[in-house]
């Protein structure tokens, strides 16, 4: 079974604050996407990764940044959070460069006062 | 970029019957059509895909439609039964880009008794 892991559930910040979540996936996948989950708006993209040192925007990769250094870990950054960052974040990966299933991780709260 | 839109936002139907969701997009280089489904407090898993080059794929009680031409695509639930009940969300994509989703903005389907 592929297993993508978060490393925090839950994570409560205050504005301003710099913030990191890792995913880290155990199937040796190319590609490494990270997503925020907002209420009626569906997935929205931040930023992904089709090898390592490699990232390209998403759909919404303002106030974000990401870490691509080994092959199995792919890290979200937030370099001074904000109140309309509060979300719920999925990582996610998928084997090979073209389309095919991605596989999230349980996904990280986040909420920033 | 592509856009994708999904209609209904939520969906009660009586266990037994049919639910349909449907989804259109707007970039016609679009050629994989996925389906997630989200379970509550769970992270979004696939359940059946669609590639252009089909029209109908079929699995058990759920099958994807394909129009290339009027740039829509379709989950058909037959059977409902109370653990279907989930939110579900459509995607799109072009193969070239390294399986970069773009997803709806979800269905909750609720099945009563």
């Known amino acids: 079974d592929v297993k993508v892991t978060q490393s925090s559930r839950y994570l409560v910040k205050r504005t301003g604050e710099k913030v990191f979540l890792e995913c880290v996936q155990d199937?040796?996948?190319?590609?490494m996407f990270w997503y925020r989950q907002d209420p009626g708006l569906g997935l929205r993209l931040i930023y992904f990764s089709y090898d390592v040192k490699m990232k390209e925007k998403g759909d919404i990769p303002e106030g974000y940044s990401v870490s691509r250094e080994k092959k199995e870990r792919f890290s979200l950054i937030l370099e001074s959070a904000s109140t309309n960052q509060t979300s719920m974040y999925l990582c996610a990966s998928s084997l090979a460069r073209e389309a095919g299933e991605l596989f999230f991780g349980e996904g990280s709260r986040l909420t920033v006062l | 970029g592509e856009n994708v839109e999904q209609h209904p936002s939520t969906l009660s139907v009586q266990e037994g019957d049919s639910a349909v969701i449907k989804c259109t997009y707007s970039?016609?280089?679009?050629?994989?059509f996925p389906w997630y489904k989200q379970e509550l407090g769970k992270r979004p898993q696939l359940i059946i895909d669609?590639?252009?080059?089909?029209g109908e794929k079929k699995d058990q009680r759920i099958a994807v439609t394909l129009n290339k031409t009027a740039k829509h695509f379709s989950l058909h639930i037959t059977e409902t039964q109370p653990e279907d009940s989930a939110v579900y969300f459509c995607?799109?994509?072009?193969?070239?880009?390294?399986?970069?989703?773009?997803f709806g903005t979800g269905t909750r389907l609720q099945v009563t008794l």
């Open positions: 995607a799109a994509s072009f193969t070239g880009t390294a399986s970069k989703l773009t």
């Open positions: 669609i590639r252009s080059n089909v």
């Open positions: 970039d016609s280089a679009s050629n994989y």
């Open positions: 199937m040796d996948h190319e590609n």
